[in-house]
């Protein structure tokens, strides 16, 4: 079977992913219209090669060894931002804090909280990510899923939203969302956009290759509400090391590649992190993590 046009192969991934660790791809498009980016499921399909879909690279973990697969990368209008009256079309590879600063921009409010969400419209759909108080599925109107057979329309009802979760399969993608904003003075979104990015520099790290929030924080009532920044700094995890992985002096809930980090060493990092905090206060850590590739993860999920 030939190849679609516009296929590449052996492609770096690291390259994609915000922590920079993980290996080469066998297959990577950049789909750049929803009529491409079902032609390629559909030769994926036929081809029985698996899908993956690399958005911002935050909380992805790919494989040393590689993904055996196609990576999709959404381009073109599938990343763009456009307004309708109240509304904020975003393709799906659209960045959320650009769509956050550019509904600021045009004085709409909703989205602010997606300033500090460090990935896609169409990764937060998929994750039903939220931040500082607001609610993906609030302003969300509908989203076009593409699928191998074509686009169709869902509306949040119909994505099964739970914590951090949606019903979206491997090969539905998240090709546009709507967002149904309502009119603001556009300071005042500004100014709320700079405070809350001025909150995340305060306690995150920047500047470096950081895989981004590690661990979800727990319901557990034995964690008396910390969050697992709290839980890992207090099991004495801040700065703790593990090959070229290490866990941030200034957020324990953050890992940091110091230049030479593979998977391995995140997952050892994470692995070990999850150790302590279930041993200091019986709370077990559940992982904010995307997978690609054969990663043996197992020690970041058992029980």
């Known amino acids: 079977m030939s190849l679609p046009e516009g296929l590449e192969r052996d492609y770096p ?10 290996g080469w791809g066998d297959y990577f498009a950049r789909p750049d219209s929803a009529e491409r980016l079902a032609e390629l499921l559909a030769w994926s399909r036929s081809a029985g090669v698996e899908v993956g879909v690399v958005g911002s690279g935050s909380n ?55 300033v500090n969400i460090p990935g896609t419209v169409g990764g937060a759909v998929k994750m039903n990510a939220n931040a500082y108080g607001g609610d993906l599925a609030e302003v969300l109107e509908w989203v076009e899923v593409t699928t191998p057979t074509g686009t169709d329309v869902r509306t949040p009802a119909d994505l099964g939203f739970s914590y951090r979760r949606s019903n979206l399969r491997a090969d539905e993608i998240v090709a546009r969302a709507s967002f149904a904003l309502a009119p603001a003075e ?7 956009l700079a405070d809350m990015r001025a909150r995340r520099r305060e306690a995150q790290p920047s500047g470096i290759k950081t895989f981004g929030s590690t661990f979800k924080n727990p319901d557990d009532p034995r964690a008396e509400g910390k969050s697992a ?49 279930r041993e200091r206060f019986g709370v077990v850590l559940e992982p904010e993590v995307q997978l690609l590739g054969q990663v043996d993860a197992a020690p970041i999920f058992e029980a």
């Open 186 to 192: 556009p300071e005042t979104v500004k100014a709320a």
């Open 60 to 114: 992805l973990l790919i494989a040393d060894d590689g993904f055996r697969g196609l990576v999709l990368k959404l381009d073109g209008l599938l990343a763009s931002i456009e307004r309708e009256g109240t509304q904020l079309l975003c393709g799906g590879g659209a960045r959320l804090p650009q769509a956050s600063a550019r509904a600021a921009r045009d004085g709409l409010t909703g989205l602010e909280f997606g």
């Open 229 to 277: 920044g709290m839980l890992l700094d207090q099991a004495g995890c801040r700065g703790l090391a593990v090959g070229g992985a290490r866990f941030s002096q200034k957020h324990a809930n953050f890992v940091e590649n110091r230049g030479d980090a593979s998977t391995a060493d995140v997952i050892a990092l994470m692995a070990e992190g999850r150790r302590r905090v």
């Open 13 to 22: 991934l690291a390259r994609l992913t915000t922590v920079r660790t993980g």
